[in-house]
């Protein structure tokens, strides 16, 4: 089955700084790669996503990057802010596989002031 | 709200004892998962639904776990003879075929 690696498991930051979050995936039929954002006690919630036929996707300060060749996607976040922090979890699935998420095993994010 | 719905949201319980949860999913929204989610661990996939068709179960769930959508909208997932290992965030998401997954609350298990 799928197998999905993220790094690093902790990340701190300064406000303003630009945070970078790593996941490889073993699945060459994975096409969907969405990434949650899951604050203490909360859902996680989807904050951005892409998919196999698209290399890069941006949305305000959030960008996804996708190298299909190497099996690797990361996160993007600019211009960080006290309300970044949170536990990040990227995921992958396949059409054919009934679309189910296999999680990497998260990235807590802190931003400092 | 029109967002995914769990109920309870806390459910603490003796060993040995059945449980029984409750995810009501957006509405339209065909497919529906239910996902386990341990401290300090990305959400586990343990089964999910299309429509009222059961369509996939992980290894993760033991016969001691058996899940429903009879009407193919509101789901149950019944634990019987708890075991402390059940203890954990069990979520659920629901989407409408092959996009985005929603998550609900989810509903935290404590097993004693």
């Known amino acids: 089955g799928e197998n999905v690696e993220q790094h690093p498991s902790t990340l701190s930051v300064q406000e303003g700084d630009s945070a970078v979050i790593k996941c490889t995936y073993s699945?060459?039929?994975?096409?969907?790669f969405p990434w949650y954002k899951q604050e203490l006690g909360k859902r996680p919630q989807l904050i951005i996503d892409?998919?196999?036929?698209?290399g890069e996707k941006k949305d305000q300060r959030i960008a996804v990057t996708l190298n299909k060749t190497a099996k690797h996607f990361s996160l993007h976040i600019t211009e960080t802010q006290p309300e970044d922090s949170a536990v990040y979890f990227c995921?992958?699935?396949?059409?054919?596989?009934?679309?189910?998420?296999?999680f990497g095993t998260g990235t807590q994010l802190k931003v400092e002031l | 709200d029109t967002g995914v719905s769990q109920d309870p949201r806390h459910k603490i319980t003796k060993r040995g004892q059945n449980v029984t949860f409750r995810c009501d999913p957006i509405?339209?929204?065909?497919?529906l998962y239910w996902y386990r989610q341990t401290l300090g661990q990305g959400p586990e996939f343990l089964t999910y639904?299309?429509?009222?068709?059961?369509?996939?179960k992980s290894r993760l769930l033991s016969d001691r776990f058996s899940a429903e959508r009879p009407k193919g909208s509101f789901s149950t997932l019944e634990i019987q003879r708890t075991e402390q290992g059940d203890s954990a965030m069990y979520l659920c998401?629901?989407?409408?075929?092959?996009?985005?997954?929603?998550f609900g609350p989810g509903t935290r298990l404590t097993v004693l």
């Open positions: 998401a629901s989407s409408r075929s092959v996009n985005e997954q929603f």
């Open positions: 509405s339209e929204h065909n497919r």
């Open positions: 892409i998919r196999s036929n698209v």
């Open positions: 995921a992958a699935s396949k059409s054919g596989g009934g679309n189910k998420l296999t």
């Open positions: 639904f299309q429509n009222e068709a059961q369509l996939e």
């Open positions: 699945d060459s039929a994975s096409n969907y």
